[in-house]
């Protein structure tokens, strides 16, 4: 059982994880009546940075791009005491994030139309593309520079403007964020933040009528209810849960998919909508598989994410330790028993949300913590007879986020891709990771509208197709 006191977080402040009496920032609430000015003043400014020259955009993003990159220590240094993971980790979040800026910098000039053939006499068509107008971006803690960049850098390259909505779990982040870019040049009124946690100002964002999309990181819960709330015209792109499974076969390199296991299933303490829940491992090698990831999970310690030799931080909230808790227990209770168990630094405050990573075995069929998406530093070994077995174990799932497959075999691999029913598959690496330039996005219940996040695609969302007939006749 854990016993660390639980600590409630304080309306208009964030606190760091691993001492919960640290206040890190603190912000003022968004009423609806602030949020719906907020989406007015963002209205107002849209249609100037529209109008801006591709070369404009592009500036100012590569603007932000340099400054996170010149800041990165701080920004890092922000996000490990307000989200808690390792700062070696929160640095990484601050270079994709940067890296983020550079190609929507790129993005500026790739707002293309595209001609086509002459169908009728005289006339010649055409289209272009134009700026949705106002987006709102609303993001989750997990990733609280990354995932917003992710969301902002596309849409303002498209001459979008932006209405910020950070999770009230990372709100000095965001804030943060906004400074940075009004500093990058970013007219006054393009970029709007609101914060806090009030359903009515969350519902004055989703159903305003000038917004015309909303991109959404966060739960199953909340996706949901946004759809309910959501102007009809806004298209919606919603990232969300994922039950994520690696499966490892007989031929697998056994060491090498042990540590990319481990990483995918307790890096940023398994916080991440891709990390692995269970691992799927094949019945004959099961037992060698499972003492190999255990000594990774025993080589885990976790502490402060400011300390050296700390590999995992803790929980970001006091929600998630006290889920967490109630999930192991029950699962003890269910018959299942800990194989390996990271180690606890002595210098943590004892008041800290600490999860410790955990390997199982023997979680009964049905039970949450094989059943259910995780969200935390718990992974289950499941033996399986064969890689037919495995797919269908992934392919039942309610989600379909990402997969990944362990094999030396490339046409197992290839199978095993083209049949996953996921939106990402891994061949011999972590479930967790992603480029920038692929897209990003579930299948099922992971994902909601009919837009990935990610590269030169990402236009496809922020912005609207106009076809124009051009009849260059005589009269």
Same mark, same amino acid.
């Given at each position: 059982?854990?016993?660390?006191?639980?600590?409630?977080?304080?309306?208009?402040?964030?606190?760091?994880?691993?001492?919960?009496?640290?206040?890190?920032?603190?912000?003022?609430?968004?009423?609806?009546?602030?949020?719906?000015?907020?989406?007015?003043?963002?209205?107002?400014?849209?249609?100037?940075?529209?109008?801006?020259?591709?070369?404009?955009?592009?500036?100012?993003?590569?603007?932000?791009?340099?400054?996170?990159?010149?800041?990165?220590?701080?920004?890092?240094?922000?996000?490990?005491?307000?989200?808690?993971?390792?700062?070696?980790?929160?640095?990484?979040?601050?270079?994709?994030?940067?890296?983020?800026?550079?190609?929507?910098?790129?993005?500026?000039?790739?707002?293309?139309?595209?001609?086509?053939?002459?169908?009728?006499?005289?006339?010649?068509?055409?289209?272009?593309?134009?700026?949705? %107008?106002?987006? @709102? *971006?609303?993001?989750?803690?997990?990733?609280? &520079?990354?995932? #917003? +960049?992710? $969301?902002? /850098?596309?849409?303002?390259?498209?001459?979008?403007?932006?209405?910020?909505?950070?999770?009230?779990?990372?709100?000095?982040?965001?804030?943060?964020?906004?400074?940075?870019?009004?500093?990058?040049?970013?007219?006054?009124?393009?970029?709007?933040?609101?914060?806090?946690?009030?359903?009515?100002?969350?519902?004055?964002?989703?159903?305003?009528?000038?917004?015309?999309?909303?991109?959404?990181?966060?739960?199953?819960?909340?996706?949901?209810?946004?759809?309910?709330?959501?102007?009809?015209?806004?298209?919606?792109?919603?990232?969300?849960? %994922?039950?994520? @499974? *690696?499966?490892?076969?007989?031929?697998?390199? &056994?060491?090498? #998919? +042990?540590? $990319?296991? /481990?990483?995918?299933?307790f890096d940023l303490t398994g916080q991440a909508c891709t990390?692995?829940?269970?691992?799927?491992?094949?019945?004959?090698?099961?037992?060698?598989?499972?003492?190999?990831?255990?000594?990774?999970?025993?080589?885990l310690r976790v502490g402060h994410g400011d300390r050296a030799?700390?590999?995992?931080?803790?929980?970001?909230?006091?929600?998630?330790?006290?889920?967490?808790?109630?999930?192991?227990?029950?699962?003890?209770?269910?018959?299942?028993?800990?194989?390996?168990?990271?180690?606890?630094?002595?210098?943590?405050?004892?008041?800290?949300?600490?999860?410790?990573?955990?390997?199982?075995?023997?979680?009964?069929?049905?039970?949450?913590?094989?059943?259910?998406?995780?969200?935390?530093?718990?992974?289950?070994?499941?033996?399986?007879?064969?890689?037919?077995?495995?797919?269908?174990?992934?392919?039942?799932?309610?989600?379909?986020?990402?997969?990944?497959?362990?094999?030396?075999?490339?046409?197992?691999?290839?199978?095993?891709?083209?049949?996953?029913?996921?939106?990402?598959?891994?061949?011999?690496?972590?479930?967790?990771?992603?480029?920038?330039?692929?897209?990003?996005?579930?299948?099922?219940?992971?994902?909601?509208?009919?837009?990935?996040?990610?590269?030169?695609?990402?236009?496809?969302?922020?912005?609207?197709?106009?076809?124009?007939?051009?009849?260059?006749?005589?009269?």
């Amino acid at each position: 059982m854990h016993s660390a006191p639980i600590a409630t977080e304080v309306p208009g402040e964030s606190v760091d994880p691993a001492s919960p009496g640290r206040v890190v920032a603190r912000y003022a609430e968004a009423t609806a009546a602030d949020t719906r000015a907020a989406v007015a003043a963002a209205a107002a400014a849209a249609a100037g940075w529209a109008a801006a020259p591709p070369l404009r955009r592009a500036t100012v993003a590569t603007a932000i791009a340099d400054l996170i990159d010149r800041r990165s220590d701080d920004i890092a240094a922000l996000i490990t005491r307000e989200e808690g993971k390792p700062l070696g980790a929160a640095r990484g979040e601050a270079g994709k994030s940067a890296e983020q800026f550079r190609l929507a910098a790129q993005l500026a000039y790739l707002v293309e139309g595209t001609t086509y053939p002459q169908e009728a006499s005289a006339t010649f068509a055409y289209t272009l593309r134009s700026p949705l %107008g106002v987006v @709102a *971006a609303i993001t989750p803690w997990n990733f609280p &520079l990354s995932l #917003a +960049a992710r $969301k902002i /850098a596309p849409a303002l390259a498209a001459g979008n403007a932006v209405v910020f909505k950070p999770s009230p779990v990372t709100a000095g982040v965001g804030s943060w964020f906004a400074e940075v870019a009004a500093e990058a040049g970013v007219p006054d009124g393009v970029l709007q933040i609101v914060h806090g946690q009030d359903p009515e100002a969350m519902t004055a964002l989703v159903s305003a009528g000038d917004v015309g999309g909303i991109s959404f990181t966060g739960s199953d819960a909340v996706g949901a209810a946004l759809r309910r709330n959501a102007n009809g015209r806004a298209r919606l792109q919603l990232e969300l849960g %994922g039950h994520n @499974a *690696a499966v490892v076969c007989a031929d697998a390199d &056994l060491d090498a #998919a +042990a540590a $990319k296991v /481990a990483g995918g299933a307790f890096d940023l303490t398994g916080q991440a909508c891709t990390s692995t829940d269970r691992v799927l491992v094949a019945e004959s090698v099961a037992a060698e598989f499972t003492e190999l990831l255990a000594g990774k999970v025993r080589a885990l310690r976790v502490g402060h994410g400011d300390r050296a030799g700390v590999t995992t931080g803790p929980v970001a909230t006091a929600r998630q330790f006290e889920r967490l808790t109630q999930l192991k227990d029950s699962a003890l209770a269910a018959g299942a028993h800990v194989v390996a168990e990271a180690r606890l630094d002595d210098e943590r405050d004892g008041d800290g949300w600490w999860i410790t990573p955990t390997l199982f075995a023997g979680v009964p069929a049905g039970h949450p913590l094989v059943d259910g998406e995780v969200f935390g530093p718990y992974l289950s070994v499941v033996p399986v007879g064969s890689v037919e077995q495995a797919l269908r174990v992934v392919n039942s799932s309610a989600h379909g986020l990402v997969t990944a497959v362990h094999t030396r075999d490339l046409g197992v691999a290839h199978r095993f891709a083209q049949q996953a029913a996921c939106g990402i598959v891994k061949i011999n690496d972590r479930t967790t990771g992603n480029g920038i330039a692929p897209p990003f996005g579930g299948w099922k219940a992971s994902s909601g509208g009919a837009f990935p996040e990610g590269g030169r695609q990402a236009l496809d969302f922020v912005t609207d197709t106009k076809t124009v007939y051009l009849n260059y006749g005589e009269r």
